[in-house]
């Protein structure tokens, strides 16, 4: 009775969120004499939004788009992006100029130090900007131009300064434009880092992704990442890879769940079989059968060790594969860009350890898992999960046995993107960082996961079951699992038909043995 309630109440929602408007701001921001400016800079827009949002920039400052920290809870490590490398641009610390313009605040410009702590360092703006006006300058630490600045360097396009009070008097609820503004953009460009994530999102058909097209519920990103005093929902450290609580409503959990299972059930199919396969695949799994769909590449391979090489003239090169992606850069090394891509896929329990820069690498037994995906056939909380695997070449220190520390972006003479001269680049980045370099390095092949779980199509377009049920098996490999149709035992199968052969000789001679004895006990 109570499944029923719940199962009724969630489609009641999904129905309001698909058939109604959202409801309506309660202020005109456009009435408040403080949002009127004139604003020299964006603190000042922050510092009046306090003026009424009193407790916002305390709260923004206690959660992780803030610190840039996670402490792990089941591995004890400390990670977030001021303390992991990746299998892109290396690390934000070395490289803050850029990397923190997707940050959520105002002039971080060195993270061996927290960030700003004055309350006006918040960024109101980049979350709930309605205009589509507001871009924080790529080398500015966060900020907006204040003057016309040309970007990128030496394309003659101008950057203009925003209209600050403009601004101030359109804020809203968050939007997918505003947190693509950074989500959809990590690793240097659209769609480069995820692979479920990138620009076609903003205004999605609903052939993919069917919660966030406008043809379909139009959801923004925190209608399944749910805040509750700026703190977001839903963390790729550690995932709630199996959800048993089923569907969310007030005063069944907190709330705070971001799975498929807390609006749609533990058993959301008509057929039963279907929904016996939920105990052992996510739902990802069948529902997102690609991913980089959207007509955004995504890069699948960079290899960091060919970059810096020149032209005769002394000049950064760059080439293109036969579909127009990018394939090398003076600045990046060679890359390797995919769409429509077909998952790798693995047991997982939500769990992900990271290859900290510190650590001893096994260098016996490449490539080095930048970070690790924990779970089995064996873990209960496991299920098989689609995943995006970056592949890709890293520096590493050949005497000290550990990742480096790329110091690849700045003007100065000691950036990779400057002086094309990786001694010089991990000599700096060793240096900003404090950790140590022997200075001999080399590079080595490195593998990255990152879990898919956006560019949800119809369920129509959902996977087939002979998708795995058959000899080219998506799940080909997968330890744990019996999957009729694909696995199969020579002596086995001859067991198995030995067995029906006998028994239909048996039923054979058992007809003809009460044809006999009939046939005497009549005579």
């Known amino acids: 009775m109570v499944t029923a309630f719940m199962a009724v109440l969630a489609l009641a929602v999904v129905s309001i969120a698909q058939g109604a408007e959202r409801s309506p701001p309660t202020a005109d921001h456009s009435k408040f004499e403080a949002l009127k400016g004139p604003f020299e800079d964006a603190t000042e ?161 609903k052939a993919l992704d069917v919660h966030m097209s406008p043809e379909g519920l139009d959801f923004a990103c925190s209608d399944c990442h749910s805040t509750w005093g700026h703190n977001v929902s839903g963390s790729r450290y550690q995932v709630e890879a199996k959800d048993t609580l089923g569907i969310d409503v007030p005063g069944h959990t907190d709330m705070t769940r971001t799975t498929c299972e807390s609006c749609h059930g533990a058993s959301p199919h008509e057929q039963q079989k279907l929904n016996d396969h939920v105990d052992t695949l996510a739902c990802q799994t069948c529902h997102v059968p690609e991913f980089a769909r959207g007509g955004v590449p995504t890069k699948m391979w960079w290899d960091w060790s060919t970059a810096g090489k020149l032209d005769a003239d002394g000049n950064p090169i760059t080439e293109y594969d036969e579909n127009g992606h990018v394939s090398y850069l003076s600045t990046k090394g060679n890359f390797r860009h995919g769409e429509d891509v077909v998952p790798h896929y693995a047991w997982f329990d939500g769990t992900v350890e990271y290859t900290l820069i510190d650590e001893k690498l096994d260098l016996s037994n490449p490539p080095i898992n930048i970070n690790r995906i924990d779970g089995g056939p064996d873990d209960p909380d496991s299920r098989i999960w689609p995943f995006k695997l970056m592949r890709g070449k890293q520096p590493y220190d050949t005497e000290l046995g550990t990742l480096l520390v790329t110091h690849v972006f700045g003007a100065d003479d000691t950036s990779l993107w400057s002086n094309f001269n990786w001694q010089k680049a991990l000599e700096a980045g060793s240096e900003m960082s404090g950790m140590p370099f022997s200075g001999q390095f080399d590079f080595v092949e490195t593998r990255m996961y990152w879990p898919i779980a956006h560019m949800v199509p119809p369920a129509e377009e959902a996977l087939r079951c002979g998708s795995c049920h058959a000899a080219e098996s998506r799940l080909a490999g997968i330890g744990g699992i019996y999957m009729p149709g694909h696995d199969s035992n020579v002596w086995l199968d001859r067991l198995g038909w030995l067995a029906v052969a006998l028994t239909l000789l048996g039923v054979i001679l058992h007809a003809i043995a009460r044809m006999i004895f009939k046939g005497r006990k009549h005579s």
């Open 45 to 205: 827009v922050t510092e009046a939004c306090l003026g009424c949002h009193t407790e916002a920039a305390d709260q923004v400052k206690g959660t992780t788009h803030w610190t840039w920290l996670y402490d792990h809870p089941e591995t004890d490590q400390q990670l977030g992006k001021s303390k992991v490398i990746n299998s892109f641009c290396g690390m934000p610390v070395t490289n803050e100029a850029r990397c923190t313009s997707c940050h959520v605040g105002y002039g971080w410009e060195d993270m061996n130090q927290p960030p700003p702590q004055a309350d006006s360092a918040v960024d109101c703006l980049v979350c709930h900007d309605t205009t589509g006006d507001y871009w924080k300058f790529p080398t500015l630490a966060g900020h907006p131009t204040y003057v016309p600045r040309e970007w990128p360097k030496g394309s003659g396009n101008m950057v203009q300064p925003p209209d600050l009070a403009n601004l101030a008097q359109n804020v809203g609820a968050s939007s997918r434009a505003n947190c693509g503004s950074c989500h959809f953009y990590g690793g240097g460009g659209d769609g480069v880092k995820h692979g479920d994530l990138d620009s076609s999102l903003v205004n999605p058909p």
